[in-house]
T-cell receptor, first 117, second 116 residues
């Protein structure tokens, strides 16, 4: 049981390049999330998906797109990378779904460290 | 709207002494509150959570937190610090965002150093 996995672990991009960050979970969770972590800022939500086929914007969605490919996988795409997107990106998942009344624990992946030059 | 304020960006304690990491929150509704820990170059791990049951919540590794509605606080404590407790700690408040999903709002983190 691997939990939440993310690829790649590290990436360096030049300004204007595109890339996709991959995330997969094997816990049969309904909800999945993408966060970015910047020094002194905590984690900020980029996008989330409450169930397969649905996605919604979080606090900082500009410059990103997401795809919930199936229940297991949730990818984050940077179409034209900018230096301001240099950050550590975390994917998370939780059991929450349409029948939830209380928030469940979110399980986090190990992160992707992205540098845009 | 909801928010979280972690009152100290850095706390330093000696091994074997008590730990206190302070957190204040703001929420329109009865909040659910969490503490997560992040060890260097790792993902985040849940320490404990409060969801309107007992106000004193016990977590893993000897940590506990007390929900005080009158003070809008959720401070994290541990009686005796261990070297392995050195990490960054995040206080988090949760709000329902529709369709069965919750959004977490993170504090900016408190870095705990433990001196041998």
């Amino acid at each position: 049981n691997a939990g939440v996995t993310q690829t790649p672990k590290f990436q360096v991009l030049k300004t204007g390049q595109s890339m996709t960050l991959q995330c997969a979970q094997d816990m049969n969770h309904n909800s999945m999330y993408w966060y970015r972590q910047d020094p002194g800022m905590g984690l900020r939500l980029i996008y989330y998906s409450a169930s397969e086929g649905t996605t919604d914007k979080g606090e900082v969605p500009n410059g990103y797109n997401v795809s919930r490919l199936n229940k297991r996988e949730f990818s984050l795409r940077l179409e034209s990378a900018a230096p301001s997107q240099t950050s550590v990106y975390f994917c998370a998942s939780s059991e929450e779904g349409s029948a939830s009344f209380l928030p469940y624990e979110q399980y986090f992946g190990p992160g992707t460290r992205l540098t845009v030059t | 709207a909801q928010s979280v304020t972690q009152l100290d960006s850095h706390v330093s304690v000696s091994e074997g002494t008590p730990v206190l990491l302070r957190c204040n929150y703001s929420s329109s509704y009865s909040p659910s509150l969490f503490w997560y820990v992040q060890h260097p170059n790792k993902g985040l791990q849940l320490l404990l959570k409060y969801t309107s049951a007992a106000t004193l919540v016990k977590g893993i590794n000897g940590f506990e937190a007390e929900f005080k509605k009158s003070e809008t606080s959720f401070h994290l404590t541990k009686p005796s610090a261990h070297m392995s407790d050195a990490a960054e700690y995040f206080c988090v408040v949760s709000a329902y965002s529709g369709a069965g999903s919750y959004q977490l709002t993170f504090g900016k983190g408190t870095k705990l150093s433990v001196i041998p």
